[in-house]
């Protein structure tokens, strides 16, 4: 959960109707978008649309149209792309910000609602499509190096948790005391990262083009039964299981729906539990270093505080 755009919300109605020809009838907060700011837009035709505001530029154009590209140019229908705008943008500059438009696709994410049997082996397909997505439009520019570029955060939030006294703030407290018992723990699942770094720099792996994070919040079952993948904010060429890590305890219905469009099924477990603990610190490096060193409200500090109590979840 974001708090409300900075953006006046008269200057989006105008910049959506021009750019996109959009007459909005009403535009409504959503909490539950977390890399940018999102409403939801209803058109004057009734047509809904989710609009994201993003604070900077650090998703690259390549994101959008990869997203664009899976759908257009790969025919992959379960993916949740931008609307072109009239001059051919995917998002548009406004002011110091950024942003997109998607068409709205009514649902629960299985973070909301746990997926079946049935959503899971249609989510292993999904995966599969994209993952042989290269076929057609190439490899996505990004790669995989198997940086730990989390490192130096997360050593800097258990730093700085060392050196809390009386004067800070209620959340900072409450982060030291939920990851300060833990610290041990955490400090040798870096060193298990750093020895599994060196394993699989060594391994001949096939790379294909991946979301990135098909998290259960990035997942969603449409109202009339469809599994589709939300937020291409992190597309990048690497081995499957930087994909599948997220359904390690529900691997095989997933596996079920993917070997009908694969033939590659083998799973790296080394590669696994490399990406699980990259998700594991990345998780403290990113929400507890939000908490320590930003300055925001309570209840975007309790947003990331749960977020962090959530992450090592990955149970569909």
Not at 22 to 29: A, F, K, Q, R, V
Not at 68 to 91: E, W
Not at 223 to 247: G, S, T
């Amino acid at each position: 959960m974001l708090t409300e755009s900075e953006i006046d919300n008269s200057l989006l109605k105008k910049v959506i109707q021009e750019e996109f020809g959009i007459g909005i009838s009403s535009m409504t907060l959503v909490r539950k978008v977390e890399a940018a700011r999102g409403y939801l837009i209803e058109g004057l035709d009734h047509k809904r649309f989710l609009l994201k505001i993003y604070a900077n530029d650090n998703i690259p154009d390549s994101a959008f149209r990869f997203a664009y590209d899976l759908f257009y140019k790969v025919g992959i229908a379960n993916v949740a792309h931008p609307v072109t705008a009239k001059s051919g943008q995917l998002r548009i500059r406004t002011g110091e910000s950024y942003i997109a438009l998607f068409r709205l696709i009514a649902g629960k994410t299985a973070e909301e609602s746990r997926f079946n049997g049935s959503q899971l082996e249609k989510l292993g397909e999904l995966l599969a499509k994209i993952h042989q997505s290269k076929k057609v439009v190439g490899e996505y520019s990004v790669k995989e190096n198997f940086e730990i570029s989390l490192e130096d955060k997360f050593l800097a939030v258990f730093r700085e948790m060392g050196r809390l006294n009386d004067d800070s703030t209620e959340y900072q407290r409450k982060i030291r005391f939920f990851l300060e018992p833990h610290r041990e723990k955490f400090m040798q699942e870096l060193a298990r990262l750093r020895e599994l770094q060196r394993e699989v720099r060594k391994m001949d792996l096939e790379f294909v083009n991946c979301h990135g994070e098909p998290s259960p919040g990035n997942v969603l079952s449409s109202d009339n039964n469809e599994v589709y993948l939300l937020d291409w904010d992190e597309p990048i060429f690497a081995p499957k299981e930087k994909d599948l890590l997220f359904f390690k305890d529900n691997i095989e219905p997933v596996m079920r729906g993917y070997r009908r469009f694969s033939e590659d099924t083998s799973i790296n477990r080394d590669v696994v539990e490399f990406y699980g603990h990259m998700w594991n610190l990345g998780e403290i490096a990113d929400y507890g270093g939000r908490i320590l060193f930003e300055n925001n409200s309570d209840l975007q500090n309790q947003t990331w505080l749960d977020n962090l109590k959530g992450g090592w979840n990955f149970v569909f």
